[in-house]
Protein backbone atom coordinates (compact mmCIF):
# COMPACT_ATOMS: atom_id res chain seq x y z
CA UNK A 1 0.00 0.00 0.00
CA UNK A 2 1.85 3.31 -0.71
CA UNK A 3 2.33 5.64 1.84
CA UNK A 4 0.87 9.00 2.83
CA UNK A 5 2.75 11.91 5.25
CA UNK A 6 0.31 14.16 6.79
CA UNK A 7 1.32 17.13 9.30
CA UNK A 8 0.36 15.68 12.94
CA UNK A 9 -1.88 18.90 13.91
CA UNK A 10 -2.94 21.77 12.44
CA UNK A 11 -4.62 25.12 13.92
CA UNK A 12 -7.15 27.54 11.80
CA UNK A 13 -9.69 29.94 12.58
CA UNK A 14 -13.36 29.72 12.05
CA UNK A 15 -14.54 30.92 9.19
CA UNK A 16 -11.42 31.11 7.26
CA UNK A 17 -9.85 28.86 4.63
CA UNK A 18 -7.93 26.05 5.52
CA UNK A 19 -5.48 23.84 3.56
CA UNK A 20 -4.53 20.48 4.60
CA UNK A 21 -1.50 18.82 3.10
CA UNK A 22 -0.64 15.48 2.11
CA UNK A 23 2.41 14.09 0.56
CA UNK A 24 2.15 10.82 -1.69
CA UNK A 25 5.54 10.31 -3.36
CA UNK A 26 4.77 6.72 -4.33
CA UNK A 27 1.60 6.68 -6.05
CA UNK A 28 1.75 5.10 -9.00
CA UNK A 29 -0.73 5.68 -11.89
CA UNK A 30 -4.22 4.11 -10.74
CA UNK A 31 -4.19 5.37 -7.25
CA UNK A 32 -7.11 7.46 -6.00
CA UNK A 33 -6.53 10.06 -3.52
CA UNK A 34 -9.13 9.94 -1.13
CA UNK A 35 -9.82 12.37 1.86
CA UNK A 36 -11.76 11.04 5.13
CA UNK A 37 -12.07 12.54 8.69
CA UNK A 38 -13.50 11.77 11.87
CA UNK A 39 -15.27 14.04 13.93
CA UNK A 40 -14.96 12.98 17.76
CA UNK A 41 -16.99 10.12 18.91
CA UNK A 42 -17.90 9.47 15.35
CA UNK A 43 -17.03 7.16 12.86
CA UNK A 44 -14.85 8.20 9.49
CA UNK A 45 -16.82 10.27 7.09
CA UNK A 46 -15.97 10.82 3.59
CA UNK A 47 -14.92 13.66 2.30
CA UNK A 48 -13.74 13.66 -1.48
CA UNK A 49 -11.50 11.95 -3.72
CA UNK A 50 -9.70 12.75 -6.86
CA UNK A 51 -7.25 10.67 -9.90
CA UNK A 52 -5.57 13.78 -11.48
CA UNK A 53 -7.70 16.64 -11.83
CA UNK A 54 -8.86 19.10 -8.84
CA UNK A 55 -12.30 18.26 -7.53
CA UNK A 56 -14.79 20.44 -5.90
CA UNK A 57 -18.01 19.13 -3.80
CA UNK A 58 -20.11 20.60 -0.77
CA UNK A 59 -18.01 20.10 1.36
CA UNK A 60 -14.45 20.84 0.23
CA UNK A 61 -11.86 20.77 -2.78
CA UNK A 62 -9.45 18.74 -3.67
CA UNK A 63 -6.10 20.68 -5.52
CA UNK A 64 -3.68 17.73 -6.94
CA UNK A 65 -0.34 18.46 -8.15
CA UNK A 66 0.82 18.09 -11.79
CA UNK A 67 3.21 15.46 -10.68
CA UNK A 68 0.10 13.93 -8.59
CA UNK A 69 2.89 13.54 -5.76
CA UNK A 70 0.99 15.52 -2.91
CA UNK A 71 -2.59 16.79 -2.78
CA UNK A 72 -4.40 19.56 -0.43
CA UNK A 73 -7.59 19.66 1.13
CA UNK A 74 -9.47 22.91 1.15
CA UNK A 75 -11.76 24.19 3.31
CA UNK A 76 -13.30 27.00 2.16
CA UNK A 77 -14.48 28.42 5.33
CA UNK A 78 -14.00 25.79 8.33
CA UNK A 79 -16.54 26.44 11.17
CA UNK A 80 -16.21 24.95 14.88
CA UNK A 81 -17.88 21.45 13.27
CA UNK A 82 -14.88 21.26 10.78
CA UNK A 83 -12.31 20.20 13.97
CA UNK A 84 -11.40 16.76 13.35
CA UNK A 85 -8.42 14.03 12.33
CA UNK A 86 -8.65 14.36 8.30
CA UNK A 87 -6.91 11.11 6.85
CA UNK A 88 -5.94 11.52 3.24
CA UNK A 89 -5.40 7.89 1.67
CA UNK A 90 -4.22 6.16 -1.43
CA UNK A 91 -6.85 3.97 -3.17
CA UNK A 92 -6.37 1.41 -5.90
CA UNK A 93 -8.40 -0.14 -8.40
CA UNK A 94 -7.85 -3.21 -8.20
CA UNK A 95 -7.96 -5.80 -5.65
CA UNK A 96 -9.57 -5.81 -2.46
CA UNK A 97 -9.56 -1.62 -2.13
CA UNK A 98 -9.25 -1.27 1.12
CA UNK A 99 -8.74 2.07 3.00
CA UNK A 100 -5.71 2.10 4.70
CA UNK A 101 -5.67 5.09 7.42
CA UNK A 102 -2.23 6.54 8.71
CA UNK A 103 -2.14 9.07 11.68
CA UNK A 104 -3.96 11.82 9.50
CA UNK A 105 -3.86 15.20 10.73
CA UNK A 106 -6.02 16.62 13.80
CA UNK A 107 -7.61 19.84 13.22
CA UNK A 108 -8.14 22.05 15.95
CA UNK A 109 -10.99 25.30 14.78
CA UNK A 110 -10.59 28.57 17.42
CA UNK A 111 -13.28 30.18 17.63
CA UNK B 1 -32.66 6.16 7.90
CA UNK B 2 -29.18 5.42 9.15
CA UNK B 3 -26.93 3.61 6.13
CA UNK B 4 -24.49 1.64 8.32
CA UNK B 5 -25.90 0.80 11.93
CA UNK B 6 -24.06 -1.62 14.22
CA UNK B 7 -25.47 -2.83 17.55
CA UNK B 8 -24.46 -2.84 20.72
CA UNK B 9 -22.77 0.90 21.05
CA UNK B 10 -21.29 0.05 24.19
CA UNK B 11 -20.16 -3.42 25.53
CA UNK B 12 -18.53 -3.98 28.83
CA UNK B 13 -17.71 -7.64 29.36
CA UNK B 14 -15.29 -9.58 31.12
CA UNK B 15 -12.07 -11.84 30.14
CA UNK B 16 -12.82 -14.53 28.95
CA UNK B 17 -16.41 -13.96 27.66
CA UNK B 18 -17.56 -14.28 23.79
CA UNK B 19 -19.55 -11.61 22.88
CA UNK B 20 -20.54 -10.48 19.16
CA UNK B 21 -21.08 -7.30 17.26
CA UNK B 22 -24.06 -6.95 14.86
CA UNK B 23 -23.78 -4.53 11.57
CA UNK B 24 -26.10 -4.09 8.97
CA UNK B 25 -26.20 -1.64 5.98
CA UNK B 26 -29.36 -0.87 3.76
CA UNK B 27 -27.18 0.93 1.14
CA UNK B 28 -27.25 -2.05 -1.11
CA UNK B 29 -23.46 -2.38 -1.46
CA UNK B 30 -21.81 -5.57 -2.07
CA UNK B 31 -18.79 -4.88 0.32
CA UNK B 32 -18.22 -4.64 3.83
CA UNK B 33 -15.41 -4.26 6.81
CA UNK B 34 -14.84 -4.40 9.77
CA UNK B 35 -11.68 -2.11 11.37
CA UNK B 36 -10.46 -1.47 14.79
CA UNK B 37 -9.40 1.50 16.36
CA UNK B 38 -7.18 1.29 19.44
CA UNK B 39 -6.70 3.32 22.04
CA UNK B 40 -4.20 5.19 20.50
CA UNK B 41 -6.75 5.98 17.78
CA UNK B 42 -5.08 3.67 15.18
CA UNK B 43 -7.74 2.48 12.23
CA UNK B 44 -6.77 -0.61 11.30
CA UNK B 45 -8.99 -3.07 8.95
CA UNK B 46 -9.72 -6.55 10.19
CA UNK B 47 -12.06 -8.06 7.37
CA UNK B 48 -13.35 -7.26 4.66
CA UNK B 49 -16.48 -9.49 2.65
CA UNK B 50 -17.50 -8.88 -0.77
CA UNK B 51 -20.89 -10.65 -1.93
CA UNK B 52 -20.74 -12.36 1.46
CA UNK B 53 -17.29 -14.21 0.65
CA UNK B 54 -13.83 -12.77 2.95
CA UNK B 55 -11.64 -11.10 1.06
CA UNK B 56 -9.77 -9.69 3.48
CA UNK B 57 -8.32 -10.92 6.66
CA UNK B 58 -5.87 -9.19 8.04
CA UNK B 59 -3.97 -11.56 10.23
CA UNK B 60 -6.82 -10.97 13.30
CA UNK B 61 -6.77 -13.74 15.51
CA UNK B 62 -8.78 -16.80 15.28
CA UNK B 63 -10.43 -15.62 18.07
CA UNK B 64 -12.23 -13.47 16.02
CA UNK B 65 -14.67 -14.52 13.65
CA UNK B 66 -16.90 -12.39 11.17
CA UNK B 67 -19.95 -13.57 9.88
CA UNK B 68 -21.95 -12.76 6.91
CA UNK B 69 -25.87 -13.84 6.19
CA UNK B 70 -26.28 -11.90 4.03
CA UNK B 71 -24.83 -8.86 1.63
CA UNK B 72 -26.78 -6.52 4.26
CA UNK B 73 -24.90 -7.90 7.46
CA UNK B 74 -21.44 -8.59 8.94
CA UNK B 75 -21.26 -9.51 12.22
CA UNK B 76 -18.17 -9.53 14.39
CA UNK B 77 -17.95 -12.85 16.92
CA UNK B 78 -15.53 -12.55 19.68
CA UNK B 79 -14.43 -15.61 21.59
CA UNK B 80 -12.25 -16.10 24.68
CA UNK B 81 -11.85 -11.71 25.33
CA UNK B 82 -8.79 -10.50 26.39
CA UNK B 83 -7.97 -7.00 27.61
CA UNK B 84 -6.05 -6.54 24.96
CA UNK B 85 -9.29 -6.56 22.70
CA UNK B 86 -10.42 -3.06 24.22
CA UNK B 87 -11.29 -0.70 21.49
CA UNK B 88 -13.73 1.19 19.32
CA UNK B 89 -14.96 -1.62 16.39
CA UNK B 90 -16.36 0.01 13.27
CA UNK B 91 -18.03 -1.84 10.50
CA UNK B 92 -18.58 0.27 6.98
CA UNK B 93 -19.69 -0.90 3.68
CA UNK B 94 -18.57 0.77 0.25
CA UNK B 95 -17.70 1.01 -3.02
CA UNK B 96 -14.93 1.98 -4.69
CA UNK B 97 -15.92 5.91 -4.60
CA UNK B 98 -16.26 5.88 -1.21
CA UNK B 99 -17.12 4.09 2.40
CA UNK B 100 -19.78 4.83 5.06
CA UNK B 101 -18.75 3.58 8.34
CA UNK B 102 -20.97 3.03 11.50
CA UNK B 103 -21.02 4.91 14.71
CA UNK B 104 -18.97 2.48 16.52
CA UNK B 105 -19.00 -0.41 19.23
CA UNK B 106 -16.73 0.70 22.20
CA UNK B 107 -16.01 -2.66 23.62
CA UNK B 108 -14.23 -2.64 27.13
CA UNK B 109 -12.99 -6.03 28.30
CA UNK B 110 -12.60 -5.96 32.45
Known amino acids: DAKTTQPNSMESNEEEPVHLPCNHSTISGTDYIHWYRQLPSQGPEYVIH???SNVNNRMASLAIAEDRKSSTLILHRATLRDAAVYYC????????????FGQGTRLTINP | DTAVSQTPKYLVTQMGNDKSIKCEQNLGHDTMYWYKQDSKKFLKIMFSYNNKELIINETVPNRFSPKSPDKAHLNLHINSLELGDSAVYFC?????????FGQGTRLTVV
Open chain 2, 92 to 100: ASGRASEAF
Open chain 1, 50 to 52: GLT
Open chain 1, 89 to 100: ILRGIQGAQKLV
